[in-house]
Protein backbone atom coordinates (compact mmCIF):
# COMPACT_ATOMS: atom_id res chain seq x y z
CA UNK A 1 0.00 0.00 0.00
CA UNK A 2 1.38 3.36 -1.09
CA UNK A 3 1.78 5.84 1.98
CA UNK A 4 -1.51 8.73 2.62
CA UNK A 5 0.34 11.97 1.21
CA UNK A 6 -1.48 15.19 0.60
CA UNK A 7 -4.73 15.52 -1.11
CA UNK A 8 -6.24 15.01 -4.18
CA UNK A 9 -9.89 15.15 -4.09
CA UNK A 10 -12.49 15.70 -1.68
CA UNK A 11 -15.86 14.54 -1.53
CA UNK A 12 -19.59 15.34 1.59
CA UNK A 13 -22.79 13.72 1.24
CA UNK A 14 -24.92 12.00 3.67
CA UNK A 15 -23.44 10.43 6.57
CA UNK A 16 -23.04 6.60 6.17
CA UNK A 17 -24.91 4.47 7.88
CA UNK A 18 -23.32 1.16 7.31
CA UNK A 19 -20.03 -0.51 7.44
CA UNK A 20 -17.86 1.13 4.35
CA UNK A 21 -16.11 -1.95 2.34
CA UNK A 22 -14.29 -1.47 -0.90
CA UNK A 23 -17.67 -1.70 -2.99
CA UNK A 24 -19.60 0.37 -0.74
CA UNK A 25 -17.23 3.37 -1.13
CA UNK A 26 -16.81 3.61 -4.53
CA UNK A 27 -20.80 3.44 -4.69
CA UNK A 28 -20.62 6.48 -2.12
CA UNK A 29 -18.42 8.44 -3.95
CA UNK A 30 -20.73 8.12 -7.39
CA UNK A 31 -23.26 9.32 -5.21
CA UNK A 32 -21.56 11.94 -3.23
CA UNK A 33 -20.85 16.08 -4.05
CA UNK A 34 -17.40 16.43 -5.10
CA UNK A 35 -15.25 19.74 -3.44
CA UNK A 36 -14.19 21.10 -7.01
CA UNK A 37 -11.42 23.41 -5.74
CA UNK A 38 -9.75 23.02 -1.90
CA UNK A 39 -7.22 25.86 -1.65
CA UNK A 40 -3.62 24.72 -1.77
CA UNK A 41 -1.85 24.25 1.64
CA UNK A 42 -5.88 24.40 3.32
CA UNK A 43 -6.18 20.51 4.03
CA UNK A 44 -5.22 19.04 7.10
CA UNK A 45 -5.51 15.98 8.55
CA UNK A 46 -4.85 15.79 12.36
CA UNK A 47 -5.29 13.05 15.39
CA UNK A 48 -5.01 14.18 18.97
CA UNK A 49 -3.25 12.20 21.78
CA UNK A 50 -6.00 10.75 23.55
CA UNK A 51 -6.04 11.45 27.36
CA UNK A 52 -3.41 9.59 29.43
CA UNK A 53 -3.69 8.33 32.67
CA UNK A 54 0.04 6.86 33.31
CA UNK A 55 0.50 4.55 30.56
CA UNK A 56 -3.08 3.95 29.64
CA UNK A 57 -5.13 5.86 27.40
CA UNK A 58 -8.74 6.87 28.42
CA UNK A 59 -10.48 7.75 25.66
CA UNK A 60 -9.60 8.17 21.81
CA UNK A 61 -8.51 11.54 20.14
CA UNK A 62 -10.57 13.83 17.76
CA UNK A 63 -9.49 13.14 14.02
CA UNK A 64 -9.84 16.28 12.13
CA UNK A 65 -10.03 16.71 8.56
CA UNK A 66 -9.82 20.74 7.07
CA UNK A 67 -9.79 22.16 4.06
CA UNK A 68 -10.85 25.91 2.35
CA UNK A 69 -13.29 25.39 -0.93
CA UNK A 70 -11.67 28.31 -2.92
CA UNK A 71 -15.19 27.97 -5.34
CA UNK A 72 -18.24 26.93 -3.85
CA UNK A 73 -21.82 27.43 -4.75
CA UNK A 74 -24.90 28.63 -2.13
CA UNK A 75 -25.67 25.22 -2.56
CA UNK A 76 -22.21 23.90 -0.57
CA UNK A 77 -23.11 26.66 1.72
CA UNK A 78 -26.07 25.08 2.84
CA UNK A 79 -24.59 21.56 2.66
CA UNK A 80 -22.37 22.32 4.97
CA UNK A 81 -22.48 25.57 7.19
CA UNK A 82 -26.56 25.90 7.23
CA UNK A 83 -28.66 28.91 6.41
CA UNK A 84 -30.49 28.92 3.08
CA UNK A 85 -30.72 30.28 -0.29
CA UNK A 86 -32.61 32.95 -1.05
CA UNK A 87 -34.16 35.11 -3.76
CA UNK A 88 -35.17 32.36 -6.39
CA UNK A 89 -31.31 31.07 -5.42
CA UNK A 90 -29.80 34.25 -6.11
CA UNK A 91 -27.81 34.61 -2.72
CA UNK A 92 -27.54 32.99 0.95
CA UNK A 93 -28.75 33.78 4.20
CA UNK A 94 -27.33 32.73 7.42
CA UNK A 95 -29.37 30.37 10.07
CA UNK A 96 -30.69 32.44 13.08
CA UNK A 97 -29.36 29.63 15.62
CA UNK A 98 -25.94 28.44 14.99
CA UNK A 99 -25.89 24.41 14.51
CA UNK A 100 -23.90 21.66 13.73
CA UNK A 101 -24.07 20.10 9.95
CA UNK A 102 -23.16 16.11 10.04
CA UNK A 103 -22.27 14.73 6.93
CA UNK A 104 -19.74 12.02 5.55
CA UNK A 105 -16.56 13.15 4.70
CA UNK A 106 -14.05 10.98 2.28
CA UNK A 107 -10.63 12.77 1.34
CA UNK A 108 -8.28 10.72 -1.14
CA UNK A 109 -4.83 11.52 -0.75
CA UNK A 110 -2.33 12.20 -4.24
CA UNK A 111 -1.02 8.74 -3.62
CA UNK A 112 -4.67 7.45 -4.09
CA UNK A 113 -5.55 6.22 -0.96
CA UNK A 114 -8.83 7.00 1.31
CA UNK A 115 -9.46 8.80 4.10
CA UNK A 116 -13.29 8.05 5.36
CA UNK A 117 -15.56 9.89 8.47
CA UNK A 118 -18.51 8.45 8.18
CA UNK A 119 -20.39 11.11 10.43
CA UNK A 120 -18.27 14.13 10.61
CA UNK A 121 -19.73 16.86 12.94
CA UNK A 122 -19.07 19.87 10.45
CA UNK A 123 -18.53 23.70 10.82
CA UNK A 124 -18.14 25.99 7.73
CA UNK A 125 -17.19 29.65 7.67
CA UNK A 126 -16.33 31.86 5.72
CA UNK A 127 -12.28 31.95 5.86
CA UNK A 128 -9.56 34.22 3.98
CA UNK A 129 -7.04 32.23 2.04
CA UNK A 130 -4.57 34.09 -1.05
CA UNK A 131 -6.86 37.34 -0.35
CA UNK A 132 -10.03 35.59 -1.60
CA UNK A 133 -13.19 34.44 0.95
CA UNK A 134 -13.44 30.39 0.59
CA UNK A 135 -15.73 28.50 2.79
CA UNK A 136 -13.82 27.55 5.64
CA UNK A 137 -14.45 23.45 6.70
CA UNK A 138 -13.96 21.54 9.51
CA UNK A 139 -15.36 18.39 10.05
CA UNK A 140 -14.32 16.02 13.10
CA UNK A 141 -15.04 12.57 12.80
CA UNK A 142 -18.21 11.19 15.62
CA UNK A 143 -19.30 8.46 16.70
CA UNK A 144 -21.89 6.56 14.24
CA UNK A 145 -25.58 6.00 15.14
CA UNK A 146 -25.45 3.28 13.42
CA UNK A 147 -25.04 -0.09 14.80
CA UNK A 148 -21.70 -1.89 12.85
CA UNK A 149 -20.54 1.48 11.27
CA UNK A 150 -16.98 2.74 12.63
CA UNK A 151 -16.65 6.66 13.04
CA UNK A 152 -13.40 6.41 10.25
CA UNK A 153 -12.30 4.11 7.50
CA UNK A 154 -8.67 4.36 5.43
CA UNK A 155 -9.16 2.28 2.15
CA UNK A 156 -5.70 1.22 -0.09
CA UNK A 157 -7.09 3.57 -3.08
CA UNK A 158 -5.87 1.14 -5.50
CA UNK A 159 -8.25 -1.80 -4.23
CA UNK A 160 -11.20 0.77 -4.37
CA UNK A 161 -10.53 1.31 -7.34
CA UNK A 162 -9.81 -2.24 -8.56
CA UNK A 163 -13.78 -2.77 -7.20
Known amino acids: MKPFIG ?5 YGDVITS ?13 ATEVENSH ?16 DVTQK ?3 TITFTMGVFSFDD ?13 AGWAASDTPGIVNKAIVGQTKTG ?3 VFTNAAVIAKGNAVEKNIGL ?3 AVAMENP ?6 DYMFDGEKVDAA
Open 77 to 89: KVDLQGGEKVDTD
Open 40 to 55: QNTWLYTEDDGDIYYR
Open 61 to 63: GAK
Open 19 to 31: AVTKTSLKTWLGT
Open 113 to 115: NYI
Open 136 to 138: GVT
Open 146 to 151: SAGVKS
Open 7 to 11: IKKIW
